[in-house]
C-alpha cells in the first residue's frame, strides 16, 4: 500500500491584520451553560483565535467573576469584540477598553478588534452606516479591524477600502442559525475583494446553524468562519463544536480539491446555457 | 484547563447485513486515473468497505490487470456491486460470480452485494421494477443485499420488507453532482423505515457532489453515504477523499449534537405556523 | 398606439387521451367547506376539466347528496378518479364504477379515468406496483387513463410503455403544500417522456400549496397542473382560484415565451461551467 | 350556478407618493429590440406607470430621437429614474433634469424620481452611501423618491427614515436574472418597514428572470414590483410581457387569499418546531 504524500494537503496560511491563524475556525465565548462547558468546546473546535465581547455586562458574570480568568490566555488569541454596541462612538471606546484589557495580561490580540455597530436590538443586524464611521476611526487608531458587516458587496467593498483588516459577511441574522442565505453574494464579495488581491481575507461570521452551514461557507471560498450560538445552543455543545471543525476542515480542501461539476444526470450532453450556480473550486 | 471526556462523542456502531461497519462513508474503486491514485484516496477516506463492480469489463483494465490485485484485500471488506446491469437476470448472475470471487480471495464480503439494476445507459437511473425482482431472488438465495434505489419512499418500503439489508436511496442521479435533491423524501423513507425499527441501515447513495453534499445526508439522518465520481473525478481527489471523510464525521456528529432551531432573526417571537423544513437532530 | 396582434400569443392545444382541454388547469372538487365555495371556486378558476373522487364515501356527503348534483355536467368534463383506493383492484373496481355513473349522465368524461393507487393512508403517497397493475388492465378495458404516480423518471416512462394517456407526476406528496420539490426529476420527465412525442401530455398532479408552485410546474415545461387542497383549504378559496388561473395561464406564457438567462450580476463574463439548473423556455 | 360575487376580490389601492397606481407592476422602457416592440409590450404588461431613464444618452437613440415621443404620454405616468448615474451629486443632477422634462410634457409624473445612484459599471449594484445622501438631497428639494436599494433590512429602514416615498429593494443585481434570492430579507424588510405603517409601500426592483420571480415575491407581501430585462430581453417579449402581468396579479391573490401550510405529508402530524420559510399570507 502506497504512503500517502501529505504535500497533497498543502494549503497556504491565513492571515490576518499580520497575524497567522492556525484554525480557520474563530468561535465566541457567550451563551454556554457555564464556563466548562465553554471551556470544553474551545479545546474540542480546534480553534486558536477566541472572541471575547468586552463590553462590561458581557466580560462580567452574576458573580462578578470575569470571563478571562477561565480562558488559558496563554494558548488562545483573544479578538475583542464590540458585541452589543449599537453607535460608532460607544464601539471605538469598547474597542480601546479591549485594548487596555488585553494589554494588562499581555496577549496578542490586543492591537485588534472584532466589529460590531448593530441597528436595533430587535434584529440584531449590522449599522452599515455607524460600522463604516467607527471603522475609520479604529483604523485611524491603530487597530487592525475585522469588521462584520451585511453580505451587501458594496458595503463590503467601502469596508476593505476603509482599511479594514477583514471584511466578515454576515450568511445570515445573528442567531437565526439559517447558514448562508445568498451564495451569489457571497461570491460576489469574494470575487470583489481578492480583485488583484487574493490573501485578502473574508470571514463568513454569524447566521450558522450547523455545520453544513459552515461547511458550505467554506467550499465557496471563504478563507475562515467565526460562529458562536450554532455551537453553545446545540442540544450537545461539545460535540457540536467536533463537527464544526471537521465542518471547517473538509469545507477547505473541498474547495481546494475542485468539484466535480453539476448535470441534469450523468450522461446530459447539453451545457445549460448562462445559467449559474455555486461550483466550489472552480 | 479541563480534559474533554470522550464520552461526550459516544455513537452505537453501524451495522449492516450483521456486519460492523467502522467508518460509515463506503467508496467506490471506479474512475480513478490510475491505481495508485485510488489506493491513496481509498486510505485517506478512512472507509474499511469499499465497493467494486463485478462485471468482467469493469473488474479488468485494458491490460487485463483485476482490480482486485491492486486492493488489500486483508484491510478492506469489499462490497461487490452490479454496476452496469439493466435487467434483473443480470444482476443477479453478477452477483453470484462476485460471491464466487469473494470466496476464492475469501474476503468477507463474498455473502452480500450492492444491487444496481439500471433502467438504461443514458440516465442511469435505477429501475424499481427490475430491483424489487432481483432483489427477492437474492434475499432467497442467501445474499445480504444493500439496495440502490431512487428516493421513492414507497420503494424503499417495498425493498425493506423484500428483505433488503439495507435500501440506499439516491440523493440525485449518478453522476449528476447534485447532492440531496429532494430532502423531503429522505426524511420520509428515514421516518418509514425506522419506524419501531430505529438501527435499520439506510444508506444514501449517488449523486455526491462535493463534501457538503455528504454532512447534509448525514445531519438529515442518514446512516452512512456511498460515493464514487465525486472523489474520483475531483481536480485532486486525494484532497478530496479527505474533505468526505470530514463531512461524514462532522454530519453525523452535527445530527447526534441536535442543532439549534432557524428563525428569522435571532429575537422574532412569533413560530411560523405549519411551516416544514428539515431540522437534523430533532 | 399599435394594436398588439393576437398571434404573437398562439398556442397549441391541449390534448389528453384524444379530447381536448381548453383550460391547463384541472381541479378537484372536494374539501371545500360547503358546495356553494365549491361551485364558485370551480367556475373562477376557469377549469373545463373537474376531477370528481368516485368512491361511494367521497361521493355523497352526509346527507346523501351527490356532488354531481352540485357540478354542471353539461359545462364541465368530468374526470373520474380513484382517490381514496389502495390496491389495483380497488382502483380498477372504481374506475368501472365511475364509467357507469357518467355514462347514465352521458359526460363525456365517461372513458377515462384518473388513477390513483396510493400506498397507505398515513403518506397518501402513490404505490408505484400497483398503479403499474391497475393501469395495464385499464388500458385493456378501454379506458383513457391519466395516471398519477411520483416524480421517479423511471416509472414515468413505464407507465407512458403501459399506454397511460397522461402521465401525472407529483411534484410533492398530496396534501404537503411543498410545490415542485425535485425540478431535476420534473425536467428528466418531461425530457424522456416527449422525446421525438413532443405532444405527449405531462400534467403535474398533487403537492400545490401556492400559485407559484403552479407557475414553476408550467415554467418547467408541464403541459397542465392538477390540483385541489391549494384552493380548497386556502384561507380565501374563491380568491386562490384565481391566482391560480392567473399562475397557470402566466407560466405557460413564460414557458413559451423563453426567459432570459441567469447571471451573477449584469456584466458576469465568465459562463459557469457544466452548471446547471433549470432555464424554462430553453 | 351561483354567480360569483366580485367582492371576494376586494383589494386596497397601491398608493405611492400620494400618486395612486392602478397597476402594481412598474415596467421600464430600455433594452427593447424597437420602440414598436416596446409599446406593444408597455400595452400588454398593463402598466399605468414606467419608469424611463433620463440621462441623455438613454433618452435619445442614435438617431437623436427621444424615448418620449414613442410613449402615450396621456396614457402612462412617467417615472423617471437616475440609472446610469453613479454619485450622488449626478443622480441629484439627473432627477431635476427630468422634472423639467417631465414639466413641459405636464406628465404627472414630474415630481417623482425612482432613484438609482449605483457603484460601478460592472456589477450595477446600488452604493447606499450614495443613495443616502442623494436621497436627503431630493427630499429637501420636495420630490417623492422611490428609492431603489440592496435587500440590506438596516439600509431599508434608514432610507424610509429620510423620507423615501416607498423603498424598493432588489430582489438580485439588475440584469441577474435571478429573482428573490434572499426571501429572508424581503420578509425582514416588510415586517420592519410595515410596523405600525402597514401601507408603506415596498416595491421589489431588480433582479427579476421569469414570471415566478415577480409571483413570489407578491406572495412575500410586496406592493408591486418593478422590471424591465426580464421582459425586454426574453426571446418573446409581448408574450412575457403578459406573462408578469398575470403572476403580478395572481402572486397579489395568491397573498391576500392565505395560502395553506406546508407539511412533510399530509397526515404529518408533528410541527417542526422553531422552522422557519416563508408563508405568504400568514
Known amino acids: 500500500m502506497s504512503e500517502v504524500k501529505s504535500d497533497v ?20 465565548t457567550g451563551k454556554y451553560a457555564n464556563y466548562e462547558q465553554m471551556q470544553d468546546a474551545l479545546e474540542v473546535s480546534g480553534a486558536d483565535v477566541i472572541t471575547v465581547a468586552v463590553r462590561r455586562e458581557r466580560l462580567l458574570d452574576s458573580e462578578g467573576r470575569s470571563l478571562l ?59 452599515p452606516v455607524g460600522t463604516l464611521e467607527a471603522l475609520k476611526e479604529l483604523v485611524a ?15 463590503a467593498c467601502k469596508l476593505k477600502e476603509a482599511g479594514a483588516a477583514s471584511v466578515m459577511p454576515a450568511g445570515s441574522p445573528i442567531g437565526s442559525g439559517q447558514g448562508v442565505l ?27 446553524g450547523t455545520a453544513s452551514d459552515v461547511m ?10 467565526l460562529l458562536n450560538t450554532g455551537i453553545a445552543h446545540a442540544k450537545e455543545p461539545i460535540r457540536m463544536a467536533r463537527a464544526m471543525k471537521m ?8 474547495y481546494l480539491a475542485g468539484r466535480i461539476d453539476k448535470k441534469l444526470y450523468a ?10 450556480s455555486y461550483i466550489p473550486g472552480e
Open 182 to 208: 445568498n451564495q451569489n453574494n457571497i461570491r460576489i464579495i469574494l470575487e470583489l475583494l481578492k480583485e488583484g488581491d487574493e490573501d485578502y481575507p473574508v470571514i463568513v461570521d454569524a447566521g450558522v
Open 247 to 254: 465542518a471547517l476542515q473538509g469545507g477547505r480542501d473541498a
Open 69 to 127: 480568568d477561565f480562558i488559558d490566555t496563554d494558548k488562545y488569541t483573544i479578538l475583542p469584540n464590540t458585541a452589543g454596541c449599537f453607535t460608532a462612538e460607544d464601539a471605538v471606546r469598547v474597542s480601546r477598553l479591549g485594548r487596555e484589557i488585553l494589554d494588562q495580561i499581555d496577549n496578542p490580540g490586543k492591537d485588534w478588534v472584532k466589529l460590531e455597530v448593530l441597528n436595533d436590538k430587535k434584529t440584531l443586524l449590522p449599522d
Open 267 to 276: 450522461t446530459a450532453s447539453s451545457p445549460w446555457s448562462g445559467v449559474i
Open 216 to 225: 458550505i461557507a467554506m467550499e465557496l471560498g471563504a478563507d475562515g468562519v
Open 9 to 28: 494537503f498543502a494549503d497556504k496560511e491565513l492571515v490576518v491584520g499580520g497575524r497567522v491563524l492556525k484554525s480557520r475556525l474563530v468561535v465566541g
Open 141 to 155: 487608531d491603530g487597530f487592525k479591524v475585522l469588521c462584520y458587516t451585511s453580505d451587501d458587496p458594496v458595503m
